[in-house]
Nanobody
């Protein structure tokens, strides 16, 4: 099974940017659809973005045009570039991997992103 480790969270002001990274290990990276979820204070966990093995991406409406998901297959790493951050983006961000074709689901430990002035 795959292990996921996120990094790159922190405290930023509104309008600033952050890039999250998620390094995968323990399995073949190309066998997974990789994604980012988040859970804000008092909210349910929600999908932010994902990227298929072929590089097709999808985004939540709330982040379209501001966030970009990408991956480096050689490094088995997926990224989330977050621009124009808003206070509503404050959440714990989780890396997620879904095994193709079994659908098995794996999570990272999460990284905190706080957007505040």
């Amino acid at each position: 099974q795959v292990q996921l480790e996120e990094s790159g969270g922190g405290l930023v002001q509104p309008g600033e940017s952050l890039r999250l990274s998620c390094a995968a290990s323990g399995s073949i990276f190309s066998l997974y659809v990789m994604g980012w979820y988040r859970q804000g204070p008092g909210k349910q966990r929600e999908v932010v973005a994902d990227i298929t093995n072929g590089g097709r991406t999808t985004y939540a409406d709330s982040v379209k045009g501001r966030f970009t998901v990408s991956k480096d297959n050689a490094k088995s790493t997926v990224y989330l570039q977050m621009n124009s951050l808003k206070p509503d983006d404050t959440a714990v961000y989780y890396c997620h991997a879904r095994r193709i074709p079994t659908g098995s689901s794996y999570w990272g430990q999460g990284t905190q992103v706080t957007v505040s002035s």
